[in-house]
């Protein structure tokens, strides 16, 4: 009786610091509206949709008078060969991206950081962003021009005595392909939070250091990485959750059915599946799924981070 007691109490003090601060900030609280208000209509309601996953979801009727069939989506997906497949290349071109991808703009931000001419830093800066501001409808078209039998990459295989190679149609080539143009496409935007980081260090760690003989590299080392750590955590936890669901216009925009064997990933196939045969249970099922391992891997890398290295999100 005692605890529940001290619950109760427990309850009415946070209700009366909540009600004591928004008084005080209420004019902050009113400006979380438009958030909220996005978050809830955009992200929230339409979670509704989720049962189609466990219907035999007819157009026609609506989510309200489609038969309920239960798992029968997910026993069919399980028992597919097709899904293992996605779900192995979503897993491998994901892990291709972290181990290639992630390292690139940590490294671009510690060398703009040690660029001394300023004129010189603000041009390497402009040039390596502009690609971020390309679409992947852009970028897939120049990289398939590129890359194309009579390309200029094949031009300058063949006038050295090579073959053409047809690298977007060739299941050797494609995930080096979508590695590649990610990291031209985001590697200089990705820098832009590292460098930020990196501006919030104490200057005089540095100069500590130098006067104590330490150069450049030990500097780095010791200084500007152990600086960035919690950057490089909080990046990384939120990479693992797009594990599952990053790529999806870079692949639609770059693959073709040939490439289908290691290019296809779980929200193309989705994409495919959904809108090209309209087997919208099948295909809600498919991301519902996709949409569980994404959050466990989250809540997975979050806990490992603060266990390991005692840096974690929440």
């Known amino acids: ?72 989506n997910f026993i069919r997906l399980f ?49 390596i962003y502009l690609p971020h501001f390309l679409s992947w409808v852009i970028v897939g078209g120049i990289f398939t021009t590129i890359l194309s039998t009579n390309g200029l990459i094949n031009g ?19 995930r080096s392909i979508l590695i590649i143009s990610d990291i031209w496409k985001g590697c200089g935007w990705g820098a832009i939070v590292y460098i930020a980081a990196i501006a919030g260090i104490d200057q005089e760690l540095y100069e500590a250091a130098e006067i104590d ?41 770059m693959y073709n059915p040939t490439v289908y064997e290691t290019g296809d990933i779980i929200t193309t196939y989705v994409y495919r599946i959904g809108m090209g045969k309209m087997d919208y249970s099948f295909s809600s099922a498919v991301g519902l799924l996709n949409s569980v391992i994404s959050l466990v891997l989250v809540w997975g890398g979050n806990f490992l981070s603060g266990k390991l290295v005692g840096k974690s999100i929440w």
């Open 1 to 72: 009786m005692a605890h529940i007691v001290e619950k109760k109490s427990k309850k009415i003090k946070t209700t009366g610091k909540f009600i004591k601060d928004f008084k005080l900030n209420y004019d902050l609280y009113l400006l979380l509206i438009p958030g909220l208000a996005l978050l809830i209509i955009f992200k929230y309601v339409p979670m509704y949709g989720v049962s189609i996953a466990f219907q035999d979801f007819n157009i026609f009727k609506g989510i309200s008078g489609s038969e309920w069939v239960g798992m029968d």
């Open 79 to 127: 028992h597919s060969e097709e899904f293992y497949k996605i779900f192995r290349n979503t897993l491998v071109i994901s892990i291709y991206k972290i181990v290639f991808s992630f390292p690139i703009p940590i490294l671009i931000a510690i060398m703009l950081n040690e660029m001394k001419k300023i004129a010189v830093k603000r041009v390497v800066q402009t040039v």
């Open 156 to 174: 300058i295989i063949m006038d050295l005595g090579g073959e053409s190679i047809p690298f977007m149609m060739s299941n050797r080539w494609f």
């Open 213 to 253: 003989g330490a150069g450049k590299i030990r500097q780095i080392l010791h200084i500007t990485l152990p600086g960035l750590s919690s950057t490089i955590v909080l990046m990384l936890i939120l990479k693992l959750g797009y594990i599952m669901v990053e790529g999806q216009e870079q692949v639609l925009m």
